[in-house]
């Protein structure tokens, strides 16, 4: 089966740095992507991991070991914009998904402390 | 450039009426993609069509069904509306049809059916 795991809610106040973890296990797994969904709006692309390591983009990191089935998102500097539900996505082969590319997580809903 | 675009926003129905829910991609793009996503969920997939072909299909009823037209926008109906229904309606967007693409996404249709 396919199956992805993150906490449902993480706190954190303005200024920190919070880490989002997520692990997996899915058949003809490709790739991990990270979207930010406000207020049950529009997922917004965050990163995309195809190989193992560090992504960077502005405040926002991801990284991926695909031997630990294990990555996970960097939120640095936190700001109130940040409240939100984030989620992570594996892609994976259409052949091992019924012909769906993208396998999402619950989602973690983030706070944002003054 | 727009992005996705979704409409309506918003719809209430009835038990057992008949719903048709429209997405237009990102200029371009040729590849559209269907999600439920039920409150406090992850979304999840429904369809995907590229060049006006169906690509893949999640595990939904057959009172779901969509299709897409030659200016590559989309229309998702379903049947018979149950209770359970009530989601909000997310059409993603993609260059292709590759695992590589990745994914973006509209405001989505909130539908609610009493």
């Known amino acids: 089966g396919q199956s992805l795991e993150q906490p449902s809610e993480v706190t954190a106040v303005e200024g920190a740095i919070v880490q989002i973890n997520c692990t997996y296990q899915t058949s003809g797994f490709y790739g991990l992507s990270w979207y930010q969904q406000h207020d049950g709006g529009a997922p917004t692309f965050l990163s995309y991991?195809?190989?193992?390591g560090l992504e960077e983009t502005g405040r926002f990191s991801s990284f991926l070991s695909r031997s630990d089935s294990y990555g996970y998102l960097l939120l640095q500097e936190l700001q109130m914009k940040d409240s939100a539900s984030y989620f992570c996505a594996v892609r994976v082969h259409p052949l091992y998904n019924q012909g769906g590319k993208l396998i999402f997580g619950q989602g973690t809903e983030l706070s944002v402390k003054p | 450039d727009a992005g996705v675009t979704q409409s309506p926003t918003h719809l209430i129905k009835t038990r057992g009426q008949h719903v048709t829910l429209r997405c237009s991609p990102i200029?371009?793009?040729?590849?559209v993609s269907w999600y439920q996503q039920v409150l406090g969920q992850g979304p999840q997939f429904i369809f995907q069509y590229y060049e006006k072909e169906e690509r893949g299909r999640g595990n939904f009823p057959d009172r779901f069904s969509a299709r897409q037209f030659p200016n590559y926008s989309s229309e998702l109906n379903v049947n018979a509306l149950l209770l359970g229904d009530s989601a909000l309606y997310l059409c993603a967007s993609s260059p292709r049809d590759r695992v590589s693409d990745t994914q973006y996404f509209g405001p989505g249709t909130r539908l609610t059916v009493l």
């Open positions: 200029s371009g793009h040729k590849s």
């Open positions: 991991n195809g190989l193992d």
